[in-house]
């Protein structure tokens, strides 16, 4: 094959996922000369299983992306069907947004925006080969012999490579919903070094809504008074469907556990790791067979389409039994199905090879973001093509690495999760790895992040108007929460709604740390009139919560003492008298980059630190 040079760029990223797209979209932004390389146009930010966006944890990671400059939050709030808040009876640190999105709406846009982009070619094909010199990336080459010269490559294949689609006892070669699998690179990567694995996910069936008896299920609306995800929208998303809630029963359990030797998951056909937190409906079966029933959600696929997504229940059972199990459900006795369950197995690289920044470690300019890196879920991968665009657009430029730490941001979790803890299965964000959740709630990511982008193209003059105007709102609000309450209207206040303690010289703000809500205070006191309710939510938690977050403040810095202690990049650990053998072996597996992230690594103890602060101490 003839090869010849397609076009010269400093940035190439490989994959058009929600990884690839903020990416491509960063690097582009920031002035650098993208190509952004895709197997299949009709692919890019295709939403191949849930047309969601948003969830528990996964609505942080979007507002943080959201504030941070990139796409995602803005293109669910314009392509959005219904709009929830999960959560809210629960305590505001994991309260999160959750979008029902128009799937094939959802692709358009964001194609649209990309093609629209400057900086930026859009280039369909496959890559065959990441292009070294010395150590050094200098390009890609396609499967059709064109090279495309480049500084920097991030990779954000997806779950294409490699990619086999298994239902039953049929496997094919298939990426997701039958787009073509990506079969020349990985043996590349392995060459190159990279630790490849295997990982699995799967999907449910798409239901025709036609066939579905929605009166049989529970109706689910959108929310009133839902803010938007980009901090730039100011009106939430109009709620134009329903969302529905059915269940599985005895007879649903029954077919799948008289016929698991028909399931690939239990027969011994699929030996990858599958994602522990969102199960096949096979998995809940037999894993919790104390319980009578599973919640089932339906949710539309889309303005355009009859086509019902039945959340809860993917499969990888063969077409009979998946007919037989889903006409099981009430509700769907006479369903028909228009695309069948299936699950997908995958190569994925070993996130403990990469820095914080996304660059590999053993070959410079390399860089990976998504569900190469182990994850699942478009909201993690977006995270961290946001992430891998900065930082290799960054370091073309001459800047300091751009790294969060996790008392910064969710995506900082997220990272220093992967690239210190590994993962040995699909991993998927959630409230609980961030121990300092508090202080990262979702409505102020942009008073965390947005700052961080100042002085570069990623904050336009709009977003910097809007944040400041916001910003400016918050602190407004806050200063009059800390004005004292007239004393007789502060006393009919606690008659109507009991609260408890002395008035004289209460302030608003003593009132809401003793119980009371800030609407009450707004609709008794008369004050805050016009000031957008968001926004005096924000205020109203940091005011409920400010010893906790004082401790969490506390807590951030002593952290901060360790994350400051920089490791040498020449550091032999395995001379370091005084470390534990199983401590030697993680660290130089790990190499980290500070002595924080070397305590967080699974097998270095408190006395292993304390041997590492005194090598740093003598070897000054």
Same mark, same amino acid.
């Given at each position: 094959?003839?090869?010849?040079?397609? #076009?010269?760029?400093?940035?190439?990223?490989?994959?058009?996922?929600?990884?690839?797209?903020?990416?491509?979209? !960063?690097? $582009?932004?920031?002035?650098?000369?993208? !190509?952004?390389?895709?197997?299949n146009?009709?692919?890019?930010?295709?939403?191949?299983?849930?047309?969601?966006?948003?969830?528990?944890?996964?609505?942080?990671?979007?507002?943080?992306?959201?504030?941070?400059?990139?796409?995602?939050?803005?293109?669910?709030?314009?392509?959005?069907?219904?709009?929830?808040?999960?959560?809210?009876?629960? #305590?505001?640190a994991?309260?999160?947004?959750?979008?029902?999105?128009?799937?094939?709406?959802?692709?358009?846009?964001?194609?649209?925006?990309?093609?629209?982009?400057?900086?930026?070619?859009?280039?369909?094909?496959?890559?065959?080969?990441?292009?070294?010199?010395?150590?050094?990336?200098?390009?890609?080459?396609? $499967?059709?012999?064109?090279?495309?010269?480049?500084?920097?490559?991030?990779?954000?294949?997806?779950?294409?490579?490699? $990619?086999?689609?298994?239902?039953?006892?049929?496997?094919?070669?298939?990426?997701?919903?039958?787009?073509?699998?990506?079969?020349?690179?990985?043996?590349?990567?392995?060459?190159?070094?990279?630790?490849?694995?295997?990982?699995?996910?799967?999907?449910?069936?798409?239901?025709?809504g036609?066939?579905?008896?929605?009166?049989k299920?529970?109706?689910q609306?959108?929310?009133?008074?839902?803010?938007?995800f980009?901090?730039?929208?100011?009106?939430?998303?109009?709620?134009?469907?329903?969302?529905?809630?059915?269940?599985?029963?005895?007879?649903?359990?029954?077919?799948?556990?008289?016929?698991?030797?028909?399931? /690939?998951?239990?027969?011994? =056909?699929?030996?990858?790791?599958?994602?522990?937190?969102?199960?096949?409906?096979?998995?809940?079966?037999?894993?919790?067979? =104390?319980?009578?029933?599973?919640?089932?959600?339906?949710?539309?696929?889309?303005?355009?389409?009859?086509?019902?997504?039945?959340?809860?229940?993917?499969?990888?059972?063969?077409?009979?039994?998946?007919?037989?199990?889903?006409?099981?459900?009430?509700?769907?006795?006479?369903?028909?199905?228009?695309?069948?369950?299936?699950?997908?197995?995958? =190569?994925?690289?070993?996130?403990?090879?990469?820095? /914080?920044?996304?660059?590999?470690?053993?070959?410079?300019?390399?860089?990976?973001?998504?569900?190469?890196?182990?994850?699942?879920?478009?909201?993690?991968?977006?995270?961290?093509?946001?992430?891998?665009?900065?930082?290799?657009?960054? +370091?073309?430029?001459?800047? $300091?690495?751009?790294?969060?730490?996790?008392?910064?941001?969710?995506?900082?979790?997220?990272?220093?999760?992967?690239?210190? +803890?590994?993962?040995e299965?699909?991993?998927?964000?959630?409230?609980?790895?961030?121990?300092? !959740?508090?202080?990262?709630?979702?409505?102020?990511?942009?008073? @965390?992040?947005?700052?961080?982008?100042?002085?570069?193209?990623?904050?336009?003059?709009?977003?910097?108007?809007?944040?400041?105007?916001?910003?400016?709102?918050?602190?407004?609000?806050?200063?009059?929460?800390?004005?004292?309450?007239?004393y007789?209207?502060?006393?009919?206040?606690?008659?109507?709604?009991?609260?408890?303690?002395?008035?004289?010289?209460?302030?608003?703000?003593?009132?809401? @740390?003793?119980? !009371? @809500?800030?609407?009450?205070?707004?609709?008794?006191?008369?004050?805050?009139?016009?000031?957008?309710?968001?926004?005096?939510k924000?205020?109203e938690?940091?005011?409920?919560?400010?010893?906790?977050?004082?401790?969490?403040?506390?807590?951030?810095?002593?952290?901060?003492k360790?994350?400051?202690?920089?490791?040498?990049?020449?550091?032999?650990?395995?001379?370091?008298?005084?470390?534990?053998?199983?401590?030697?072996?993680?660290?130089?597996?790990?190499?980290?980059?500070?002595?924080?992230?070397?305590?967080?690594?699974?097998?270095?103890?408190?006395a292993?630190?304390?041997?590492?602060?005194?090598?740093?101490?003598?070897?000054?």
């Amino acid at each position: 094959m003839k090869k010849f040079v397609e #076009g010269q760029f400093d940035i190439v990223v490989v994959g058009a996922g929600h990884a690839g797209c903020e990416a491509a979209l !960063a690097s $582009a932004r920031l002035g650098l000369k993208t !190509a952004m390389l895709t197997l299949n146009l009709d692919s890019i930010a295709f939403l191949a299983c849930n047309p969601s966006i948003g969830g528990t944890a996964k609505g942080h990671l979007v507002r943080e992306i959201d504030a941070l400059g990139g796409e995602m939050g803005k293109n669910a709030d314009k392509t959005a069907l219904q709009m929830r808040m999960l959560n809210e009876g629960k #305590g505001e640190a994991v309260q999160s947004l959750r979008c029902q999105c128009d799937k094939n709406a959802y692709h358009r846009e964001m194609k649209s925006v990309l093609e629209n982009t400057e900086n930026l070619r859009i280039i369909q094909g496959e890559c065959s080969q990441i292009l070294i010199n010395d150590g050094k990336v200098y390009g890609i080459q396609t $499967a059709y012999g064109g090279i495309l010269e480049a500084k920097a490559v991030i990779l954000c294949t997806g779950v294409y490579l490699n $990619a086999e689609t298994i239902t039953g006892e049929h496997r094919q070669k298939s990426g997701p919903s039958g787009f073509a699998p990506a079969t020349m690179l990985t043996q590349n990567l392995i060459e190159l070094g990279f630790n490849v694995r295997r990982f699995k996910t799967g999907t449910p069936a798409r239901l025709d809504g036609r066939t579905i008896n929605f009166d049989k299920c529970l109706s689910q609306s959108g929310g009133e008074k839902v803010p938007p995800f980009s901090f730039i929208n100011y009106k939430s998303a109009e709620n134009t469907r329903e969302c529905y809630i059915t269940y599985t029963n005895s007879h649903t359990h029954s077919l799948i556990l008289d016929n698991l030797d028909r399931s /690939p998951l239990y027969n011994g =056909d699929i030996k990858s790791a599958g994602p522990r937190y969102c199960p096949s409906i096979e998995t809940k079966v037999v894993r919790f067979s =104390d319980k009578e029933r599973h919640q089932i959600f339906l949710e539309p696929e889309g303005a355009d389409t009859n086509e019902i997504y039945v959340q809860g229940m993917s499969s990888s059972m063969p077409h009979d039994i998946q007919r037989e199990m889903y006409r099981s459900v009430e509700g769907l006795e006479k369903c028909e199905i228009m695309r069948y369950a299936y699950a997908i197995e995958y =190569d994925c690289i070993d996130t403990l090879d990469i820095y /914080p920044t996304l660059e590999f470690k053993k070959i410079e300019g390399i860089y990976t973001a998504g569900q190469i890196n182990g994850t699942s879920g478009y909201e993690e991968a977006a995270a961290q093509g946001l992430i891998a665009g900065i930082n290799a657009a960054f +370091k073309i430029q001459g800047k $300091a690495p751009f790294i969060l730490g996790r008392d910064e941001a969710y995506i900082g979790v997220l990272i220093d999760d992967l690239v210190t +803890k590994g993962t040995e299965e699909p991993y998927r964000m959630m409230t609980s790895r961030a121990e300092y !959740a508090l202080s990262l709630r979702q409505d102020t990511a942009d008073f @965390r992040l947005t700052p961080k982008i100042a002085g570069t193209p990623l904050l336009t003059e709009e977003r910097k108007e809007k944040f400041e105007k916001r910003k400016a709102i918050y602190e407004e609000i806050l200063k009059i929460l800390n004005n004292r309450c007239d004393y007789r209207a502060a006393c009919a206040f606690a008659e109507k709604y009991p609260i408890a303690g002395e008035m004289h010289g209460a302030t608003y703000a003593d009132l809401i @740390r003793r119980g !009371a @809500r800030a609407e009450d205070i707004k609709r008794h006191f008369e004050i805050l009139d016009g000031q957008p309710d968001e926004v005096i939510k924000t205020a109203e938690t940091t005011v409920k919560y400010e010893g906790y977050l004082s401790k969490s403040r506390a807590q951030i810095e002593r952290a901060k003492k360790l994350e400051e202690k920089l490791l040498p990049k020449d550091i032999d650990y395995t001379k370091i008298e005084g470390l534990r053998l199983e401590a030697r072996e993680q660290l130089e597996r790990v190499r980290p980059v500070t002595l924080g992230q070397a305590a967080r690594i699974y097998g270095v103890n408190p006395a292993d630190v304390t041997v590492l602060m005194v090598y740093l101490a003598v070897n000054k």
